[in-house]
Structures are given as C-alpha cells and as structure tokens.
C-alpha cells in the first residue's frame, strides 16, 4: 500500500513558475515509476510527465515538453514537478500516482494503481 499526497499547488500569473511535490509513504517508493497526471473542468484526466523508478528515464506529453521537469529523491520517497513558463491553458487539479508496472505505459492511467488526492494549479492571463 502507497499514499501520496501533493502540495505546493496555488494562483501563478502567465509566464510564472511552480514547483509541486508528491510524498509517498512506505518503504517500496523506488519500486514505482511515478506519474503526474491533470484534470481542468470539463476535461478528461491527462498525462503530464512520468519518471523511471531509478530517476534515469523521464516521459513528457507534448504539450509541457521544455516547459516542465520531473524529477524525484528515492532516499525522502518524493517526486516533484518543476513548471515553468506556464500558461493559462495548464490550469488544472494535478495528481501524482504510482505504477507497479513497466514504464512503456507510463502515459495511461490505468496503469497505476495508487493516486494521490491532487493539487490545484490556477494560472492566470
């Protein structure tokens, strides 16, 4: 069993930067890749950015590629997302979640077997 809970969600002004955090509990956190994953209103949940369970590989949709980083500490069980040069259209609950499973998937959801409760990210014009 994995809880991960988010933080450092808030209001950012176009062009602005946020990091988020994701703590996981347990002993097995390396044992996971880890993802981050949004939903705006009135949108479907989609992938943001996954990481490897050594660090090595990372994944990124298109629409964040050079514009986020993902990264994550195995030694404090925490994975973070660095955004920067944010823009209005990334305004939404943002999760982080963990899989079990190969990172091939990565960009599915339903790969992952634990979430977090997600953190809302509010860009504004």
């Known amino acids: 069993q994995v809880q991960l809970a988010e933080s450092g969600g808030g209001l950012v002004q176009a062009g602005g930067s946020l990091i988020l955090s994701c703590a996981a509990s347990?002993?097995?956190?390396?044992?996971?890749?880890m993802g981050w994953f949004r939903q705006a209103p009135g949108k479907e949940r989609e992938f943001v950015a996954a990481?490897?369970?050594?660090?090595?590989?990372?994944y990124y949709a298109d629409s964040v590629k050079g514009r986020f980083t993902i990264s994550r500490d195995n030694a404090k069980n925490t994975v973070y997302l660095q955004m920067n040069s944010l823009k209005p259209e990334d305004t939404a609950v943002y999760y982080c979640a963990a899989s079990s499973g190969g990172f091939r998937d990565s960009d599915i959801g339903l790969e992952y077997d634990y979430w977090g409760q997600g953190t809302q990210v509010t860009v504004s014009s």
């Open positions: 347990g002993r097995t956190f390396s044992s996971y890749v």
């Open positions: 990481i490897s369970r050594s660090g090595g590989t990372t």
